[in-house]
């Protein structure tokens, strides 16, 4: 049986006093699927304003290990988690029943509910509706070690030859025949990026719309006085290609590079930086807003799905240099606010800091702070909304006829 955690424990689905979302039309009951809450994440944003946009909602998740810290948008919501909740050692490994997270997010009771949104990157999508329930799956990606992403996890797994391997591969195959007749099952879906929208389109045959995530941008704000040095804020694992960068700034000793992110990396990148590069780790948010305030210019060479970070420095009037991929290339408007490279390779990065730096006069602080403010909370709130409200309205008209 699932386990509810919040003021309003105990009350039955079907007894929730529904409300209003569209003047004049019906009162949905909106139940929102999320995978899991475990650390403060970039979809655990997401989810907490689709939540902001229908307070009377309730949520659904495989777990819910949330620090006390982290639970302020969540304040006094009913968090309704599945069996993997009361599973032994869940708190500190629940990512290994992978197994058995379908199974879980199927089982979820949600025949009380009129729409249901599920704000997936992996299983949150599976959940089970009825006839005439409207479902809407916000999108991060299709998952990641089922379809893009299956050697990487494969290697970093130590699964990658073998008889064991040849076992993992079998049970990747067989969760994306999963994964693609869960996606079947949506009404809608919409993805963080044309970039995910495409792998939407290659992953499951469905066409997505595109809801940009959103990002905090009253959080990053310009001030101060800028420096000479360049910055970079990521976590320290092998695709984002902070060594890339690093290296890059190795054959370029009169440029300063700050490095603010921790990870596996850190102590290989540590061992080997030259005199020119800051290892800083992991830093609060006041120290990061100051470098991405001061920092000439911001450096990234992952290829992410949207990519938050990148943003926050435009909010700071920072520009940005990245790798012309994935999100980014969405995000980022080159010569206007950044310049991009083709390649995460230190020459083809030093390349583009050069280029940088002869175009940087015309790179005002006050264009990416306005880009960035394209993507901020009120423009996601409003945009997630509008879509999910028409497409509900287009979803009863069609029953109704």
């Known amino acids: 049986m699932p386990c509810e955690r919040a003021a309003s424990e105990g009350m039955s689905n079907a007894g929730r006093e529904p409300v209003e979302i569209l003047a004049g039309g019906p009162r949905p009951r909106i139940a929102v699927v999320h995978e899991w809450l475990d650390t403060w994440a970039g979809s655990d944003r997401a989810v907490a304003q689709i939540l902001a946009i229908w307070p009377q909602a309730d949520l659904f998740v495989l777990v819910d290990f949330l620090p006390d810290a982290d639970r302020a948008p969540f304040a006094g919501r009913r968090i309704t988690t599945s069996f993997l909740q009361r599973l032994p050692f869940a708190r500190r490994h629940f990512r290994k029943y992978v197994p058995l997270m379908a199974r879980a997010v199927e089982s979820f009771d949600l025949s009380g509910y009129d729409m249901v949104i599920s704000s997936s990157h992996a299983f949150a999508k599976g959940v089970r509706t009825r006839p005439g329930q409207y479902h809407l799956c916000y999108c991060y990606t299709p998952m990641r070690y089922a379809w893009a992403m299956e050697g990487e996890y494969l290697q ?12 993992a591969r079998r049970q990747l195959a067989r969760l994306r025949e999963w994964d693609r007749a869960a996606a079947s099952r949506v009404d809608d879906i919409a993805g963080i990026s044309r970039f995910i929208a495409d792998r939407i389109r290659v992953a499951y045959g469905l066409e997505a719309a595109v809801i940009y995530p959103p990002v905090d941008v009253d959080a990053f704000t310009p001030g101060g006085a800028r420096e000479g040095f360049y910055v970079v804020v990521s976590r320290l694992v092998p695709y984002k ?28 990148i540590e061992a080997s930086r030259p005199p020119n590069v800051r290892l800083l780790g992991h ?29 926050e420095a435009m909010a700071c009037g920072t520009p940005v240099i990245a790798l012309g991929r994935g999100g980014l290339a969405e995000t980022v408007v080159a010569d206007e606010t ?4 083709d390649e995460p390779t230190p020459a083809a990065i030093a390349g583009a800091v050069e280029r940088f730096e002869a175009l940087s006069p015309g790179i005002r602080p006050e264009r990416c702070r306005a880009r960035a403010m394209e993507f ?10 509008s879509f999910a409200e028409a497409r509900w309205s287009a979803y009863r008209r069609e029953r109704e006829t």
Do not use: K, N
Not at 247 to 255: D, I, L
């Open 156 to 167: 970093d797994f130590g699964l990658s030859r073998g008889p064991v391997a040849w076992l």
């Open 376 to 385: 901020s909370t009120p423009v996601f709130r409003e945009r997630f909304r």
């Open 283 to 311: 830093a609060p948010h006041e120290v990061v807003l100051d470098h991405l305030r001061r920092a000439r210019a911001f450096v990234f060479a992952g290829e992410e799905d949207f990519g938050i970070a990148p943003v």
């Open 241 to 268: 290609r902070v060594d890339a960068i690093v290296e890059a700034f190795r054959g370029m000793p009169g440029r300063e590079l700050v490095v603010i992110g921790d990870g596996p990396q850190r102590a290989a």
């Open 338 to 341: 950044g310049v991009f490279f």
